[in-house]
């Protein structure tokens, strides 16, 4: 075998490594050989045997019987050690601590990953009705107030390229028309924040700032508030913390 065969097997190997954690990441739970073929395509018996190596390794976990898979504790490892060695996370920290305490609401920092948003830290509500929210989450931009925020700082025609003109339905709320959206995103522009209304979840409006230390922008923060609770004073004390959060957290990431 010739150094490019040699070297080409490799990066094969090393993709359909990264498909198959991205597979298990994106599908909680365990998950029969069957249904992992079925879905990623690959030859079953090199399937198995990728499977048993990743296993072996820790990347991989099994369940009593061995014949269902699911994603393994070293996946959680570097994801923590990625969220410990980001240094806009660490540079954010104090700014999320004062938004919590002037909000008293759900707070996330989150970064554009393609499509999607991916929460980075988060401050729980200070009230007893709480919204789910942890750190890794990953949600569709497009039904965010975080991924509005930050779809924004782009061009129409970048959006158009980066966005299908269909788009998921999370919610009854939610914009499933691309143009629909970028018509929305002017508004953001204009205003400054971007507002989820109920279009993730229902029962919950979102309120979200991109921190413009490049750009376009990758990273953002929000606020989260149930629809009940949410009163015209309320929404106008988040609008002015999420601004002061903005400018704050420009100047920490401003050297980043």
Not at 65 to 75: S, W
Request: with cysteine.
């Amino acid at each position: 075998m010739s150094a490019a065969e040699t070297g080409g097997s490799q990066v094969k190997s090393a993709v359909r490594t990264v498909e198959l954690l991205e597979y298990f990441a994106h599908r909680p739970g365990m998950h029969s050989l069957s249904s992992v073929q079925e879905a990623v395509g690959y030859p079953k018996s090199s399937l198995y045997m990728l499977l048993r190596t990743l296993a072996d390794l820790g990347w991989v976990e099994t369940d009593a019987t061995g014949a269902r898979y699911g994603i393994g504790v070293r996946a959680l490892l570097v994801g923590t050690s990625y969220v410990d060695g980001d240094e806009v996370v660490a540079a954010a920290r104090p700014t999320l601590d004062r938004l919590s305490d002037d909000t008293t609401e759900t707070i996330h920092l989150a970064r554009l990953d393609g499509t999607d948003v991916v929460h980075l830290a988060t401050r729980q509500s200070q009230h007893y009705l709480r919204p789910f929210a942890r750190v890794g989450r990953r949600l569709p931009a497009h039904s965010t107030s975080l991924g509005k925020a930050l779809l924004a700082t782009y061009t129409d025609d970048q959006v158009r390229a980066m966005l299908p003109p269909t788009l998921a339905q999370l919610t009854e709320h939610t914009l499933t028309d691309r143009e629909q959206l970028i018509e929305e995103l002017h508004a953001v522009r204009e205003q400054g924040y971007a507002v989820d209304r109920e279009e993730n979840t229902l029962g919950l409006r979102c309120f979200g700032v991109a921190v413009p230390y490049r750009a376009p922008a990758r990273d953002a923060v929000s606020c989260s508030v149930p629809v009940a609770r949410l009163t015209p004073a309320h929404e106008q004390t988040i609008r002015d913390a999420l601004f002061d959060a903005r400018d704050r957290l420009t100047l920490a990431t401003r050297r980043l």
